[in-house]
DNA sequence: GTCTATAAATAGATAGAC
DNA sequence: GTCTATCTATTTATAGAC
């Protein structure tokens, strides 16, 4: 039988992990896969046995941290929840993905920054099912009359980037309140998505005119 | 003497044009001298004559960008507006100010994936001033009675992080309608200022409640 | 100021032993 | 499954001619 037992999956999952942290840090460019074999406590011919290039590596995690966004959100939308509360929802989901994954905000930020380079087709379905679900949500809620229609990407991006940016800029706060700049200390998860949920809400009431 | 003279001076800035254009595309570890040199219709040496190295190259564009949008900010918190126009002016200025420098948003977008790696202290010194003249602006609204005390980082990052977000996705945006997504076709940056102009206000003047 | 040629280091990928 | 050794290509940086 050719399929790993125990013993490989571990080292398979250890390159996973040493690459997504590799591939956060310096993004896909600056990674280096010498230094994941050794991060994961191999040597380099074993990630090029377990994966077919640089490249197959960096898709699978791209393809993990879309797919889990995608999972959780199709969920919710399809839920028998009310509009506003699958839309606290959506925020916190997207929120605790990429909480779970301490790669996922740094690894987002990179993809938009190459315009989506490395972004395959099974990607793209999964940034599709996802603003579809979305939409679907917002439609539920102007159907309801509770919601005012908004642009989806708008939507989105005003959720998502901000969220993106808050985990991603922990370290950096850090250094800029040292550094002298005013309230750049500490603010938790919780505030942040409590926040962005208001926000989300508000704009879907019509709250903002 | 040796200050350059005219002819110097214009490929020095296009190297620097070439080098924007290039570590936007592929970030600092993956922008490739050579490239730049010859979008620059120069040689690699020329780049060694006129910057010190890759990493010296890269700062002057990164302060280029962090310095226009700080004095931008500073003259408008500066200036005798009323504190609701002038966080209309603010989101606009670093509107403007990426919108001119089509290689801002996705070096901004990589910045923040390295928790800052390349900042040096000239570079947290504009942020710095950045986020002082923001929270002299917000303090000056509370002080009049017409907003309600926010942290600047997380009203900063709720602002920027969806601007440079959909600068940067112009392309990819165009892909995923393409893909099928919905509503992810064009959206105009005046659409996206006036949004964000007034979910800043909102947000000030305690309109999500 | 601008070029060619090259040094010196690094990195993705593979061969082949165990 | 795991390793060492190595091939090959790329890349930052510099020497030196014009």
Redesign the interface.
Known sequence: MSRPRAADSASRARILRAAAAEF???????ANVDRIARTARLNKAMIYYHFTSKAALYHEILNDMFGAVRRQVVEIAQSPLNPQEKVRRYVAAIAGEAEARPHF???W??E?????EH?D?AT??Y??DV??AL?SIIDEGVRAARFHRV????FQ??I???L???F??T???R??AR???????D?STG??VA??Q??AL??LEG???
């Open positions: 956060a840090a310096r993004g896909y460019a600056g905000p740094p690894i930020l990179r938009i920054a190459e315009g989506g972004i087709k793209v379905g940034v599709r603003l579809g939409s642009n989806p990407m708008v991006g005003g998502i980037a901000p993106m940016f808050f991603a800029t370290g950096l706060r250094r800029l550094g002298g700049a005013t309230g750049a200390a603010i505030e942040v926040h962005l208001q926000l508000a704009q709250k903002l005119t």
